[in-house]
């Protein structure tokens, strides 16, 4: 006799177009695959991905270096999360059972770092905490510029570095796609701004509003004469101790990125370094945050916040993008566009 036909309905598994890696490399190992479309699960919201962009983390996690990131995000020998792609923005496709504050056809914007990334992808599943409302005056592609280098920024200067309103901050790696948000946020904040780039990137940064802008190559601005409140340094490629005497008697310095020997040795010394009452030696670690996102999507609908964007790549072009970004060659944000 034929078994009975099962009664249970499997859910619909449908193709989507993605860029995956299933090694660790330079940016050859990346291709674009057809894989199965995310399920929802009860809390997630499956967002249709209309852009992305590209970070330094993204390269990262494509290389799997340095060795550390491996531990945090699993993957020792080969990446466990195959897809990669945290900034992201779309329009929401559908909704598990018990999400709350999302329904289809909202547009969003998220980080999906701590969600299993996924987002150089035509969809991506995400929940609902890693998601707010897109800011209603950007596009897509702008919009997906913000979540991880925005939140990034937006957490060194105001949870970390404490900015207050009148103060003199610095920012190292101005250019970046970090810095382009710090320079924006710390101005929206009350700050005056100085910010450090190459030759190239100088006049980017001033149109960027920062009130003083020192060309690197030029200027060694630990020899400049200024003491500031708050160092934000995006691109940690010098000991910190080399900016202690030019921090304020009470300022902070909050490393964000850079060599990862410069970062560490700020995570072991920094502690060690600051004073009780004097002098702060920080570092960030950057989580997705819904209220963060939400203080960006304020910002830029006030304009106080607009996403620099120096060029927008195809799905199938990430490589291309990613490879760009390595180069040293983007002034702030590159997108995707899906
Ligand atoms: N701690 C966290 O939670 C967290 C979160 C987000 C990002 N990050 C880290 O923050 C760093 C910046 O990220 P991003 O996305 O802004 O990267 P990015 O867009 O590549 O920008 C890096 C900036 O650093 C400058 N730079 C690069 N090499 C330099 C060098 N040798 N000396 C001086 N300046 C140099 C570049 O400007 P010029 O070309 O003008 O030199 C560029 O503006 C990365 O290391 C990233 O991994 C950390």
Same mark, same amino acid.
């Given at each position: 006799?034929?078994? *009975?036909?099962?009664?249970?309905?499997?859910?619909? /598994?449908?193709?989507?177009?993605?860029?995956?890696?299933?090694?660790?490399?330079?940016?050859?190992?990346?291709?674009?695959?057809?894989?199965?479309?995310?399920?929802?699960? !009860?809390?997630?919201?499956?967002?249709?991905?209309?852009?992305?962009?590209?970070?330094?983390?993204?390269?990262?996690?494509?290389?799997?270096?340095?060795?550390?990131?491996?531990?945090?995000?699993?993957?020792?020998?080969?990446?466990?999360?195959?897809?990669?792609?945290?900034?992201?923005?779309?329009?929401?496709?559908?909704?598990?059972?018990?999400?709350?504050?999302?329904?289809?056809?909202?547009?969003?914007?998220?980080?999906?770092?701590?969600?299993?990334?996924?987002?150089?992808?035509?969809?991506?599943?995400?929940?609902?905490?890693?998601?707010?409302?897109?800011?209603?005056?950007?596009?897509?592609?702008?919009?997906?510029?913000?979540?991880?280098?925005?939140?990034?920024?937006?957490?060194?200067?105001? !949870?970390?570095?404490?900015?207050?309103?009148? @103060?003199?901050?610095?920012?190292?790696?101005?250019?970046?796609? /970090?810095?382009?948000?710090?320079?924006?946020?710390?101005?929206?904040?009350?700050?005056?701004?100085?910010?450090?780039?190459?030759?190239?990137?100088?006049?980017?940064?001033?149109?960027?509003?920062?009130?003083?802008?020192?060309?690197?190559? @030029?200027?060694?601005?630990?020899?400049?004469?200024? @003491?500031?409140?708050?160092?934000?340094?995006?691109?940690?490629?010098? *000991?910190?101790?080399?900016?202690?005497?030019?921090?304020?008697?009470?300022?902070?310095?909050?490393?964000?990125?850079?060599?990862?020997?410069?970062?560490?040795?700020?995570?072991?010394?920094?502690?060690?370094?600051?004073?009780?009452?004097?002098?702060?030696?920080?570092?960030?670690?950057?989580?997705?945050?819904?209220?963060?996102?939400?203080?960006?999507?304020?910002?830029?609908?006030?304009?106080?916040?607009?996403?620099?964007?120096?060029?927008?790549?195809?799905?199938?072009?990430?490589?291309?993008?990613?490879?760009?970004?390595?180069?040293?060659?983007?002034?702030?944000?590159?997108?995707?566009?899906?």
């Amino acid at each position: 006799m034929p078994a *009975p036909s099962s009664t249970v309905p499997m859910p619909e /598994v449908r193709i989507m177009k993605a860029i995956v890696q299933s090694e660790y490399g330079s940016s050859d190992v990346l291709s674009l695959a057809e894989v199965d479309q995310p399920l929802v699960p !009860d809390h997630g919201v499956l967002v249709r991905v209309r852009a992305a962009s590209v970070d330094a983390g993204v390269w990262h996690l494509m290389r799997g270096t340095p060795f550390l990131i491996r531990l945090m995000y699993g993957g020792l020998r080969k990446p466990k999360h195959t897809i990669l792609g945290s900034a992201i923005a779309g329009r929401v496709e559908a909704v598990g059972q018990a999400v709350t504050q999302f329904q289809p056809g909202d547009e969003v914007f998220g980080d999906l770092s701590e969600s299993g990334f996924g987002g150089f992808a035509e969809y991506a599943c995400a929940p609902e905490e890693a998601l707010a409302l897109k800011p209603n005056n950007l596009s897509f592609e702008e919009a997906a510029t913000m979540p991880v280098s925005g939140l990034a920024a937006l957490q060194a200067l105001q !949870d970390v570095g404490q900015l207050r309103s009148g @103060q003199k901050v610095l920012v190292l790696g101005a250019s970046g796609g /970090v810095g382009s948000f710090a320079v924006q946020i710390a101005k929206a904040l009350g700050a005056e701004v100085t910010g450090v780039a190459s030759t190239p990137k100088v006049e980017m940064v001033a149109k960027l509003g920062a009130d003083h802008v020192i060309d690197y190559t @030029q200027t060694d601005v630990t020899l400049a004469g200024k @003491q500031y409140d708050l160092i934000l340094d995006a691109a940690a490629f010098r *000991p910190f101790s080399d900016y202690l005497p030019i921090l304020t008697a009470t300022g902070t310095y909050v490393a964000v990125g850079g060599s990862t020997g410069d970062f560490l040795r700020v995570m072991v010394l920094g502690s060690l370094a600051s004073k009780a009452d004097g002098k702060q030696v920080k570092s960030l670690e950057s989580k997705p945050n819904q209220a963060d996102l939400v203080t960006l999507k304020e910002l830029a609908e006030a304009g106080k916040l607009i996403p620099f964007i120096d060029q927008t790549f195809s799905l199938e072009d990430v490589p291309a993008a990613i490879r760009l970004l390595e180069d040293r060659r983007v002034k702030g944000k590159v997108a995707i566009r899906v």
